[in-house]
Antibody, heavy 114, light 107 residues
Framework: EVQLVESGGGLVKPGSSLKLSCVAS????????MHWIRQAPKKGLEWIAL????????YYADSVKGRFTISRDNSKNTLYLEMNSLRSEDTAMYYC???????WGQGTLVTVSS | DIQMTQSPSSLPASLGDRVTITCRAS??????LRWFQQKPGKSPRLMIY???NLAAGVPSRFSGSRSGSDYSLTISSLESEDMADYYC?????????FGAGTKLELK
C-alpha cells in the first residue's frame, strides 16, 4: 500500500525558515518524481514544486522560486521542502504527492504569523 | 504560464442530477488534464487522468471529456457522496496549474 506521510509543519514568524519532510512507503521511491502542493485556508490548490526521480530536474511555481528548495534522499525514501524567507501568504496545508498525483499525503500545516 | 479557467465556482444541484464542470486552458495542453475531488478536511483524490480516463476505484458515473481547449468533468447521476470541491490540473508544462475549483452542493 502506498503511503506518504508529511511532517515538519508548525507556527513560525515571518522571515524564518522551515523544512518539511515526506516519508514514502509501499513503492519504489527512487523510480518516481514527486510533487509538493499547498492549500491556503479556505482556498484552492496550488502546485509549488516537482523533483525528478533522480533529482536531475527541479521545477517551481513563481510564487516560491528562489525561496523554496525541493530535494530528496532516495536512500531514506524521503522528500523534502526547504522553505526560507517565509511570508504570511505561505500559510497553508502542504501536501506531497507521487508523480501522477494518484497518491497524496495527509498534509502538514504551516502557519506564518508574528 | 498556462491558465486554467474553471467554471462554475459554485454548483447547486439535486440528487440524481447530471452535472458538468468545465476548465478552459489558455494554451494547448493536449490531454494533460486531471480532475480531483476534495472533501472537507481530506486530501484531494484523483478522479480523471489524461482528460478522459477514470482513475482506479472511481465510480462509472464520473466521466471526463475534451472539446478543443475545453475540458469537462460530468457526473451522470449525482449522489450524496459526490458533494465536494472539484479541481482541474494541467500537467503539460511547468508550472503546473490548478483551476480555481468548483464547490458542488445540494440545492
Amino acid at each position: 500500500e502506498v503511503q506518504l506521510v508529511e511532517s515538519g509543519g508548525g507556527l513560525v514568524k515571518p522571515g524564518s525558515s522551515l523544512k518539511l519532510s515526506c516519508v514514502a512507503s509501499g513503492f519504489t521511491f527512487s523510480s518516481y518524481g514527486m510533487h509538493w502542493i499547498r492549500q491556503a485556508p479556505k482556498k484552492g490548490l496550488e502546485w509549488i514544486a516537482l523533483i525528478y526521480y533522480d533529482s536531475s530536474n527541479k521545477y517551481y511555481a513563481d510564487s516560491v522560486k528562489g525561496r523554496f528548495t525541493i530535494s530528496r534522499d532516495n536512500s531514506k525514501n524521503t522528500l523534502y521542502l526547504e522553505m526560507n524567507s517565509l511570508r504570511s501568504e505561505d500559510t497553508a496545508m502542504y501536501y506531497c504527492a507521487k508523480a501522477a498525483f494518484a497518491y497524496w499525503g495527509q498534509g502538514t500545516l504551516v502557519t506564518v504569523s508574528s | 504560464d498556462i491558465q486554467m479557467t474553471q467554471s462554475p465556482s459554485s454548483l447547486p444541484a439535486s440528487l440524481g442530477d447530471r452535472v458538468t464542470i468545465t476548465c478552459r486552458a489558455s494554451q494547448d495542453i493536449g490531454n494533460y488534464l486531471r480532475w480531483f475531488q476534495q472533501k472537507p478536511g481530506k486530501s484531494p483524490r484523483l478522479m480523471i487522468y489524461g482528460a478522459t480516463n477514470l482513475a482506479a476505484g472511481v465510480p462509472s458515473r464520473f466521466s471526463g471529456s475534451r472539446s478543443g481547449s475545453d475540458y469537462s468533468l460530468t457526473i451522470s447521476s449525482l449522489e450524496s457522496e459526490d458533494m465536494a470541491d472539484y479541481y482541474c490540473l494541467q500537467s503539460k508544462e511547468s508550472p503546473f496549474t490548478f483551476g480555481a475549483g468548483t464547490k458542488l452542493e445540494l440545492k
